[in-house]
């Protein structure tokens, strides 16, 4: 028998180790919250006071004034229209796309899962130059007649969204007991009876969930709007932008920055609600099932499903960025490496003013920093409010500062940005001009990216038992041996994908970046925004081949880390 | 036995839970128990009895609101989980999945910083003892759930516990695999001379696995004893129920001396309980109705109202296959085994 029995002086050293593990809680806490309040809160605080506060007393005639231009209502009515159309749309095209992909099996299925993902981590930049391409007078899709109209930026939308719905609601569809379906048809319902009276609403939680989440990507998309809207066209997200770097009207822009906080708000309480329903859901699941959509299993239903998805998968997902693959090597004089050699140079007369090369290795120079950053951040972030303490205050604490982190997932980058441009030119009353530095554009990016990296971590340490725990405590094993034993190889797997994840997002990253890259060194997205900027089929074919090579990065990135990844890992958003 | 004090000494203890509108309750209320160095006790009670709730306690997961909970006379108020050297089994085993099984067994050993070559040996030998030698690198996903549960108790037998606790551990199990997996539990703690705590709801089970029975309801101790003195002695009424006893007559009462006839009551004023098996068909004794019949594992058990008693249920050998069971209210006599009529101890 071993003796353990602890020395007299024990239990004072053991508070001792306690205390110090406090500290240590408070610390991990206290990094992620000091980052977020002086990237995120501070700038989003110092933009509504542009809009309310003018020397120094409450004034609300910015509301007023802006809230009068009837250019500013038929903004936010083309924003909510814009996210409704594309949110719905998602949807629809979506679950059964989920039902293909994650409920069914068949040859191949692994390869187009991972295709269907391409468009989520692509460049917004590269989405609008893709769709562009295809839907100019020339490109296969012309005849439509789309290109810079509404219906144009939602097929955009949808093709970045189709993923977000596929993987969120696919994820809980294949942990769903096919036998509550079965019990159904054996009770005498047609199969489209115990689909829409069984299944589907045990999805709604799951379906909401993406469907908020898609909302809030919409409404807040920039990239895609800013290439793909004709002029004319504007969201509140692109208004901002002409606002601060067009007209200069600061505080027209910090008003619809707040009109664009209100309805990121909304959005991230509804999709804050569905989660805790579908986490909560999701505690009741069983092992994977999955069906053959071969054989006597197969019902009407899957060949309308397997359909829809063909379609998406090769109409909205494949063909544009089919096209611009294409078309990069079509140049003025003939097929071509032709607009790949001019990757070299500073492109045609006054359009560049580095090379793409060069906007190449800033933009993995600053994806790199902002990856650590936020990897570190949103780290800390799932690691905390992954605890479940046993002290009420502790407990309240946690959900808390799960709210608190929360809130960068709907921020739009392009209030960050122009957050960033307002707040940091003394920040703090600091006599420290950052924003000539190039520091803030990967902080800017890292903040937009902290919020995937905790979607991607904190279901999987959230999903470890307690009680691996304690087996792991009663076997000896210090809690700070049971995080680095248990909790760490669990959620290692993850981390791989969260670092792909940042990395990819700020390697693509646009809104906010537009603001803050200094002239001299922008990246590649900046670097591509400007040439299709330029006039000259050169420039055209230098953005063309430019965004392949973004779009090839990404995609290199994503690879390896889907390759880091084993096992289940959270969802996109 | 050994000195007193020693082993494990739960005194007076009180752990509270809170429950989902904020309310505390207590799960444990004021209660003490001793266990002795080698020994098995089996603590047995309804869901909800509070029972998991001490052994939680015990293993310093549950903070202890009252009372004190002691080895070897020591307090251990303020040691940590890991610092109390107890082994804990789950009802679900909770087995690393990130580690296969041999790594999963030297968990323990590892963190008493067991030298890589004996922790070997210790793995091989645990892995032995529960009869899955050569398990070593299997992934533990791959295992069925009798054999994840043998790896949990080797895992908690590996780094030799001095008291090991273990939770429903059998209670997630089929119920032939739970009959032999409590027998070889049975095996290992008295091969390992291991101190043990073990919570069931199961009778079966805590008779066949320990050497004293703690019968445990809504947060109290109702009675300590050796199995058998448990089965013919209960001390309540309470007890009586919860073991199976069925129906509770006085012995001095006239169907009393009717059902224990010439063998006579122990004492008159003694409560008899009478539970399946305690009553047998004869020519002449206390008339009863058949009110059900059927066949369970080859015996007949016949449901019986008997007068001025209640229902009782009357075990009998299947014999004659051709013979049919007894008709839905049939009369028939029934008489009490006196051996098999069990003196509740809290009466007279």
Known sequence: ?573 | MTAPGAGLRVEDVVVLYRDDDGTTKAAVDGLTLAVAPGEVVALLGPSGSGKSSLLRAVAGLEPVARGRVTWDGTDLAGVPVHRRGMGLMFQDGQLFPHRDVARNVAFGLQMQRVPRAERARRVAELLDLVGLAGFGDRDVASLSGGERQRVALARSLAPRPRLLLLDEPLSALDRALRERLADDVRAALTATGTTALFVTHDHDEAFAVADRIAVMDAGHLLQVDPPAVLWHRPSSRRVAEFLGYEAFVAAGSPVGRALTGEAGAPAPDALLAVGPGSLHRVPDGVAATVRGAGFRRGVVELVVDVEGVGRVTVVEPSGDPAAALPAVGTQVTVRADPHRVAVVGGYG
């Open chain 1, 1 to 573: 028998m071993t003796t353990l029995t602890a020395p007299a002086s024990a239990p004072l050293a053991y508070r001792r180790s306690a205390v110090r593990r406090g500290v240590l809680w408070a610390l991990a806490a206290a990094v992620p919250l000091a980052f977020l309040t002086v990237f995120f809160a501070y700038p989003v605080a110092a933009i509504v006071g542009r809009g309310l506060v003018a020397d120094g007393a409450l004034d609300l005639s910015g509301f007023a004034d802006v809230l009068s231009r009837p250019r500013t209502w038929r903004i936010v009515g083309t924003t909510l229209a814009q996210a409704t159309v594309g949110t719905v749309l998602a949807v629809v095209l979506g679950v059964p796309g989920a039902y293909v992909l994650h409920r069914c099996t068949f040859p191949g299925r692994t390869a187009v899962r991972a295709f269907v993902v391409v468009p989520f981590v692509l460049p917004t930049v590269v989405v609008g130059v893709a769709f562009r391409s295809v839907l100019a007078p020339h490109g296969p899709l012309g005849f439509l007649d789309w290109d810079g109209t509404f219906a144009g930026v939602v097929a955009a939308l949808v093709f970045f969204n189709y993923a977000v719905v596929v993987r969120t609601v696919g994820a809980f569809w294949a942990t769903l007991d096919p036998r509550a379906e079965q019990a159904a048809r054996t009770l005498g319902a047609p199969p489209w009876r115990a689909f829409v009276s069984v299944t589907l609403p045990a999805l709604t939680p799951a379906i909401a969930s993406a469907a908020a989440i898609v909302f809030l990507f919409c409404s807040t998309a920039f990239g895609v709007v800013l290439v793909l809207g004709g002029t004319g066209y504007g969201t509140v997200e692109t208004e901002i932008w002409v606002q601060t770097t067009q007209f200069l009207d600061l505080r027209a822009a910090a008003v619809l920055s707040v009109l664009q906080l209100l309805v990121v708000g909304a959005a991230l309480a509804v999709a804050g609600r569905a989660r805790t329903s579908r986490e909560r859901a999701l505690e009741l699941r069983v092992t994977q099932m999955r069906l053959a959509l071969r054989g006597p299993e197969r019902r009407a239903g899957d060949v309308a499903a397997v359909a829809v998805t063909g379609l998406v998968v090769v109409g909205l997902l494949a063909l544009p960025l089919l096209t611009v693959l294409v078309r990069s090597f079509r140049t003025p004089s003939g097929w071509g490496l032709g607009n790949y050699a001019a990757l070299g140079t500073t492109g045609g007369p006054n359009a560049l003013s580095v090379t793409v090369w060069e906007a190449a290795a800033t933009s993995l120079r600053v994806a790199l920093d902002a990856t650590v950053l936020a990897v570190v951040v949103g780290g800390l972030v799932a690691l905390v409010v992954s605890r479940r303490p046993r002290s009420r205050p502790a407990r309240r604490a946690v959900r808390l500062l799960d709210g608190v982190f929360m809130l960068p997932l709907g921020v739009s980058a392009v209030t960050v940005g122009f957050g960033f441009l307002v707040a940091l030119d003394r920040p703090f009353g600091i006599d420290l001009d950052l924003r000539g530095s190039l520091v803030l554009v990967p902080i800017a990016q890292a903040v937009v990216a902290v919020p995937l990296v905790v979607r991607t971590v904190l279901p999987v340490l959230r999903a470890i038992d307690t009680r691996l725990h304690e087996a792991a405590a009663v076997l000896g094993a210090s809690p700070g041996a049971v995080l680095r034993l248990v909790d760490w190889p669990v959620a290692a797997r993850s981390l791989g994908l969260a670092v792909g994840l940042a990395f990819a997002v700020s390697l693509g990253e646009f809104g906010a970046t537009s603001f803050l890259a200094r002239p001299d060194r922008p990246t590649l997205p900046v670097v591509i925004f400007r040439l299709i900027g330029r006039p000259g089929a050169e420039n055209l074919g230098m953005a063309l081949a430019a965004s392949v090579l973004l779009a090839a990065l990404t995609a290199a990135v994503m690879l390896v880390a889907e390759r880091l990844r084993a096992g289940s890992a959270g969802d996109l958003a």
